[in-house]
């Protein structure tokens, strides 16, 4: 892999930050800066979420897709864990 990935944030994950607490959206913020560097740092999600990945911060979850031919990191969506897989990255 050479040079860091560049990490865009969707407007509803931006509006999903904008939610949370200061102390968690600066741990997730910090989060979403490693996956420059590290975009496979999460899980891959399967079934209907397939080719979506999950970063685990706390009681959050980053949903994300990497795209390797761009060297993007498109963060979808960041919700509580207990929501953010029923609603997936559109809802």
Excluded at 27 to 43: D, F, N, Q, V, Y
Excluded at 47 to 67: E, F, K, N, P, T
């Amino acid at each position: 892999m050479s040079g860091p990935y560049r990490v865009v944030v969707a407007s509803r994950a931006a509006k999903d930050l904008r939610r949370l607490r200061h102390d968690e959206r600066a741990a997730i913020i910090a989060a979403l800066e490693r996956l420059a560097a590290m975009p496979r740092a999460g899980k891959p999600l399967v079934g209907q979420l397939a080719g979506i990945w999950s970063l685990r911060r706390g009681d959050y979850r980053v949903l994300y897709r990497v795209d390797d031919a761009s060297k993007i990191v498109e963060v979808a969506r960041v919700a509580h864990r207990r929501d953010v897989y029923r609603r997936g990255v559109n809802g």
